[in-house]
Structures are given as structure tokens and as C-alpha cells.
């Protein structure tokens, strides 16, 4: 998928849920042999077109995910390709060891996308929220995990994912609209972070909607006189060791920025990397703590947890002059 | 003789050379003890899938048209290594590897296509879901091969055969048969004392599948239920009524023997006790 302005700019206006509706859309001529699994999810999913449009590519399981897991892979075994979606926490949790099984041990290929991860729908309580998704699936062998900054990388993760060699959980974060970190096309690599600012003092390492207010933050700090860096850490598994390890080397603060629990996603991933090298600088782990304490509205629970550019900026700047 | 009574002398045959087999798999074993009984609760339905009902090419283990096997409760894999080395898949000496060191027949079956074995199994409530997929692909890509998978009693407690047994009705799958191996015993106890799924042919039915209930060690009957091929719409559930540890006076319907050691003493009475059902026959 090509991005240019007016396609970051529609994607971005329509939410990462409906971009992954509409990408599997697009793409469906191009694959033969693609089912896309909803479960009772169509309309949430940004699918109720590719439904009607491909009924021979489409399947409904209804509410009842660890059946809709094992279709997949059942599936998949048949060597067809696999796109399965639903909410974040039902496709992760209610069947989790549906994926150990199917996917992981035996390494039946599905890509497996949570929808409305982390906070967004705080307004219907925890149940439909995820902040422990990319902490789980990172536990479980054979799984890549990708964490798309914007809708334009949603679109781009989906094609990724459908072309990858094994199972790939894609993590859709942001409401609609979504801002865009992305205006033009660029490159996407699974496992290849990217740098989308340079700086010397502090590298602040984002993923998911996280990476739009790291950026803004970025900017923030620069007034101050801080040079941060701002990677999009678009893969959690298998995670850019070796721009962690030179992220390291370059400056003198880390910080992870993450719309998920601070504990087992982003901010581990890159602890979990550092951890051998010798002489790396200090990390903040910035998230969601370890609560379900506050629901409601999306924006009102990212400040709660400190998640809003501002607060990233003012964080990251009285840890880098307490360093 | 008719094609009929070949094929059920053959199954009874292959059933016996089956049972010598997981005696000596389980005396191999020794102290990684083995799942006795349920494994012998399913042999003279595998001995009928893979010596008779089953549309498979051993020497082209990965052939498109070839039936497929799932086996749901994987803890039964004495009876599924056995049919398939009867079957031509597995060695004699890969059988006698059995959960040493290095061997590809683990305690649960972990699959191995090119062995024969089309999944991993062994976490219960799975195999349902599976082979619904396996049947979906099928029917979506005009494929005319069925999908067989044996599940237990006790893995019956599991919810999510429930969601399946919704499902592959709804969805037509006419290709798709399981096999309960209704041998009214779990883990600790029988299902009567943990927890019973109580009438399966019931339950069966009301999601809208078609029900046949038979002797599980009734090879006639296994092997005329299970040859049947439907075009209705309706998946096919067997009740298949067994009894664990099938086969050994000292194994049957004593759940002791869910997963147990074998001795030297036992093997030996239970080699006497086959030779003379042997003769018998």
C-alpha cells in the first residue's frame, strides 16, 4: 500500500479499525485463497463491505473466540490465508491458549488483530479495554507483534502481516480520528523501528498511539533545550535490538512510551534488551501502571496515567535533569 | 467373501496387533508411565479410520485428497501411534521410542506430517474447533474429503467443544465427524462422580447434528457408521460407548489405569490373555 497526503489524511479520519476493514478490502482481489474471520464483530471491524462485497471470503463464528481461533488455524492448516479480528481482550485472552496451541506450538499461520486496544473504550469499562495484549503475546513463541502508529501503518501492518512467514498479532490502537504520525509514504519492515527524530540527550521509544504525543513531547523538550530522539517502535516482537543497543550507546536517558500496562509490553521488551549492555543509560517506563483504577473518557484516562504530550515532555524532563 | 467382511477382519486384526503394540509401548515406557486406558478405549476406532474408512495414502502422507484425523483428546496417543504404524506411517522401532529421549511420539501427539500425524493435541476442548476449520476449507475450496475427530468424555467438560458443536452445524459441515469416546471416565474419577456430559447424543442433536450411538468396540458397527458419507448439511457425531482399558481383564473400567505403569508381571498375563482372544479368533 502506497501512502500519500489525502490517504494518511482519510484513513486518519476514519480510526485504525475501520483503516483495517478497509485495507483487507483492498487487498481481497489480490489473494485467492483469504478468509476474514469476524466474531459477530463485522461492523466493528470496518468489515460490513468486505461481507457483503466477498461473502465467499468471509466467515462469521459468532461470539465464541476460542472456537473462532481454532476455525483459524483449522483453517489455516489447510494452507489458506487467515485474517482474524475481534476486541483486543477477547482476541487475546478469551482464547489465549487456543493461540499457544494453534499458532505458536504448531505454528498454523492467522493474522490476529485486536481491535480497539488499549484505553479507547474506556467509557464501556475495563472488560473492553487491553493493556495486557502485547505483555502476553510477547510471552508466546512463533507470534510477531505489531503496534501501528497511525492508520496509515495499520494499513501497512495488515499487508505486512498477510505476506509475513508466521502469525502475526497486530494491536489497533486510537479512537477516530486517529492523528496521523505519517503524511507520506515511507517504508515498513516488520522487526525495523523507525527513527522519525534524531536527538543526542534522551531517546524516547513509542509505540501505538503513543508515538503522536512523543513526537509533540519531543518538541516540547527541545524549547527546553533537551535533544530527544522519537522512535516508532512499530514491532514489539521480534523488538529492534540493535537500535535499543545504539539508542544506548548514543544517549543518556531511555524512556518507553506505551497505550498498555507498564508491566511485560514495550517498556520490558526494551529493558529485557538492555539489560546485557554495558555502561546503558537509565529507563523510564511510561504507561499505563499496573490499575484498572480509571474508566471513562479516552482522553481523561490518558492524563490519568500521564500519557499526554505534555506530561511525557514534563516527565522525561525532570528525569534527564535529575540524571 | 465380500469386501465387507474383509475389511471387518482386517480392522479386527489390526485392533489385535495394535493392542500387542501399546503393551509393549507401555512397558517401554516404564517409569514415564503412560496413558493406559484411554488409549485402549479408542483402538478399534482408529484400527477402523485408518485400516478401513479413511481415504489416506500412507506413502504420500501430505496427499491434498487424503481424509483428516484429529486426535482432540490427545492423552489417547497409544491408540493413534499404534494405527498408524499399522498404517504404514511409523516404524516398529520408531513406535518402541515412545516418550524417550529425542523420539518424535511424546506423551501428547505433536504434529508430524510427514508421520502422519496432522496436529498437535493434548490441551483439551481443541480438536472440535480445528476440524471445523479443517471442514470449512474444504467445503469453501469444493474439496470432497472428510474430517474425522475423536474426543473424549471427560474432554467434553471443556466449553469450548460446545462452541463448536454451535458452529458446525450452522455451517453446514457435513464433512465433518466426531467420534466421542464415551468411555464414562476422566482423570480421578468416572464421569458420574466429576462431571458428566450426560446424554452427548442429546446435546448433539439439539445443536442439529446427526447422532449415531453404537458400541465403540463394535468394529461392524464403527466401521458401517463411520463409512457413511452424509450430504444434508448435518455433521456427524458417534456416540461411541467404550470401555477404558479395553482389551486386559486387569485394565477394564478400572480408571487406575488412566495413566499408570505397566509392570513386567502385568505385560506378561495381559501377552496370554491376547494370544488366547487371538486364537479365539
Redesign the interface.
Known sequence: MILDKRKAKGLSRIGSRAAYGMTLFDLAPDYDDL?VITADTSTSAGLDRFRNTYP?KY?D??I?E??A??????????G?TVALSTFAPFQTMRCC??IK??LG??KHKVVFTGLASGVVLGTLGYTHCCIEDMAIMRAIPNITVLSPADCGETAKAVEAALNHHQSVYIRLTGGSPNPPVYAEDYDFEIGKAIRLRDGKDVAIIATGTMVHPSLKAAELLAEDGIDAAVINMHTIKPLDTELVAELSKTTKLLVTVEEHSVIGGLGSAVAEAKAPLKNAPPQIIMGITDSYDKAGDYADILEHYSLTADQIAAKVKASFINL | MTNHSQNIEHITKMAAHMRRHILDMALEAGAHSSHFGGGLSVVDITATLFGAVMNIKPDEPEWDGRDRFILSKGHGCLGYYTALHEAGYISHDELMTFEKTDSFLYGHPV?NRAKGI??????L??G???????????K??DQDHRCFVIIGDGESNE??NW??A??AP??KLDNLVIILDRNRHQQTGSNAEIMDVGDAGAKFRAFGWHVEEINGHDVSALYETLSARRSDGKPLAVIANTIKGKGFSFSEDDNSWHHKILTKTQYEAAIEELASVETAA
Open positions: 478468509i465467499e466467515l463464528v459468532g465464541a476460542q472456537n481461533m481454532g476455525i483459524a488455524a483449522g483453517i489455516a492448516s489447510e489458506m491458549e487456543q496451541v494453534n506450538y504448531m | 504434529m496432522e496436529f498437535s493435541s493434548g490441551s476442548g481443541m472440535m474447533s480445528l476440524g471445523t476449520g479443517v471442514a470449512i476449507a474444504a469453501r475450496r466449553g469450548s462452541e463448536a454451535m458452529a450452522h455451517h
